[in-house]
């Protein structure tokens, strides 16, 4: 600050201004202008006793303008942004500034935003210590980091991705690597880590990813069907945490670090070739870690877990069964069509939305939580059928019970030149199928002109033609031909037996003396 009572006074001593100005270490600017301006408003040496150097600062250059309120930063705002990627104090300083240029008022400077924002920071992160329930909860993640394994072929890095469980009561640990990160992952881990764990806690604590919630929300959020189904199987509770709220399952948090240390760190120079090798080198460090000794306390993991074990709901006596749940539309053959293959619904629900539950064995369909269908899984070319009779309207099923054996059963009720034409009708076609319409209008004309007219007629087809047709024995039966009595074919006498073609006298009415 200029000491402009010291230059009034050195002045006053008849020294120069330039003797002054590297006195005070000023310029000699600043110097004359003081004293032009004091001699403009009459003030001389010595000042008044009561003259302070802020009232003769005012005094030679009037008071500042007030440049507005001083604002105070909204430090819980702060705390929650800088939890998010990429956001720094320096950001959020230029941010609340350009506020407080918007509102007129005064912002703090920097360092003291920053001094201010550390004395709320350690107020707000005091840590409360919570004493878990053996047997009460069960958390689980993803790790961020991931390992990997090598292919034998092509030598390229294949990404392992390490899920991880703990028991926050022992900290009893599971880790264990997985080439994806899918449902069927996500399920297949949670199975594994409850048979490493012989038992299931009471709650499930995940996060709030795909494959274990499909819409997050605060107060009822809305858990994936698969995932619910297995929770359900095993009878715990799933309790997803809170949208960027690590601190509800800060055990599985802590956990990740440690084990990234303890078991991907630690791996990281070693080549594996297979995810089964990888896993069991992954099992041995785990349980290096579960028996590591505490470091405050006595014991270890393992031993904690021993206490904790006795308090975990038992295991069903087979492991859940893995099963994804599809949503199909039942077509008009009362068929849906699920990896390209296609299973029949009873034909009532023509139309309707169904929900597919699909596992490696079964496809079972449900409508509005009623199965209404069940049949075993197929797998090869695309396009089977798997048809259930029942499923089937009446018309469609008596059209499918057709086959030669039930034509060829009907026909020797009838008698046995029907049942003989029946199996040469049958027998003359390629295919066995192309011959059932022929057959059903065949059996059919037993119902128009009776069975023995039919017997009759096929009798006389045969005897004509040893492939007789539908169309010849409708004829016969239309004209009547099976009701009149065969004529008896005349002896042709010895002259006409040497010529087969001669007809002989008896055909033109003739006599023997050629009259």
């Not at 008071?63 to 104090?89: C, M, N, W």
């Not at 959020?92 to 920053?114: A, K, V």
């Not at 798997?386 to 018309?395: A, F, Q, R």
């Not at 004829?475 to 002896?491: A, E, F, N, Q, V």
Request: charged content about 25%.
């Amino acid at each position: 600050m200029t000491k402009y009572r010291e230059i009034l006074r050195l002045h006053s001593q008849g020294i120069s201004n330039r003797d002054i100005a590297v006195s005070l270490e000023c310029s000699r600017n600043t110097v004359r202008g003081i004293l032009e301006k004091s001699r403009e408003l009459g003030i001389q040496w010595p000042l008044p006793n009561d003259m302070s150097d802020r009232t003769l600062k005012e005094k030679l250059f009037g008071k500042k303008p007030v440049k507005g309120v001083l604002k105070i930063p909204d430090f819980e705002y702060i705390h929650q942004e800088l939890a998010r990627s990429g956001v720094t104090l320096s950001l959020l300083w230029n941010e609340y500034c350009e506020n407080c240029r918007m509102e007129g008022s005064r912002p703090l400077m920097y360092t003291q935003f920053c001094c201010q924002y550390q004395r709320f920071a350690m107020h707000n992160k005091a840590a409360l210590h919570i004493e878990h329930k053996p047997g009460d909860r069960m958390e689980v993640d993803w790790a961020g980091d991931t390992t990997s394994i090598t292919d034998n072929i092509s030598g390229n890095r294949i990404p392992v991705y390490v899920f991880v469980a703990i028991l926050p009561c022992s900290g009893y640990s599971y880790a264990e690597g997985f080439l994806n990160q899918t449902q069927e992952s996500w399920i297949s881990a949670h199975v594994h880590t409850y048979q490493y764990f012989d038992g299931v806690t009471r709650l499930l604590i995940p996060d709030n990813l795909k494959t274990g919630v499909n819409k997050t929300d605060w107060y009822n959020p809305v858990i994936n069907k698969t995932y619910h189904e297995m929770a359900e199987y095993y009878g715990t509770a799933v309790i997803p945490t809170g949208i960027r709220k690590p601190k509800e399952k800060a055990s599985v948090e802590r956990a990740v670090g440690i084990l990234s240390t303890w078991i991907i760190a630690a791996l990281r120079n070693r080549q594996f070739f297979s995810l089964w090798e990888l896993n069991e080198a992954m099992r041995q460090k785990l349980t290096d870690f579960n028996r590591k000794p505490f470091q405050k306390k006595p014991g270890n993991r393992e031993s904690a877990f021993t206490e904790e074990h006795p308090f975990l709901i038992p295991l069903p006596t087979k492991p859940f069964e893995l099963s994804t749940w599809k949503i199909a539309t039942v077509q008009l053959n009362y068929h849906i069509a699920v990896d390209k293959i296609n299973y029949s619904v009873p034909y009532e629900y023509i139309k309707h939305k169904v929900d597919v539950r699909l596992t490696q064995r079964m496809v079972e369909i449900f409508y509005q939580g009623k199965r209404i269908a069940s049949h075993k899984r197929l797998y090869g070319h695309p396009g089977q059928y798997s048809t259930t009779l029942e499923h089937m309207p009446d018309k469609h099923r008596e059209y499918t019970q057709w086959n030669a054996e039930r034509f060829i059963r009907w026909a020797s009720d009838i008698g046995p030149f029907t049942e003989q034409t029946v199996k040469i009708n049958i027998k003359s076609r390629k295919v066995e199928e192309q011959s059932y319409k022929t057959c059903i209008a065949l059996l059919k004309l037993a119902d128009i002109y009776s069975t023995a007219r039919l017997e009759m007629a096929c009798e006389k087809a045969l005897s004509y033609s040893s492939c007789p047709s539908f169309r010849s024995i409708r004829t016969i039966l239309k004209t009547g031909s099976d009701k009149r009595k065969p004529t008896i074919p005349l002896k042709p006498n010895d002259d006409g037996i040497q010529y087969a073609f001669t007809r002989g006298e008896a055909y033109y009415g003739g006599n023997n003396d050629g009259e």
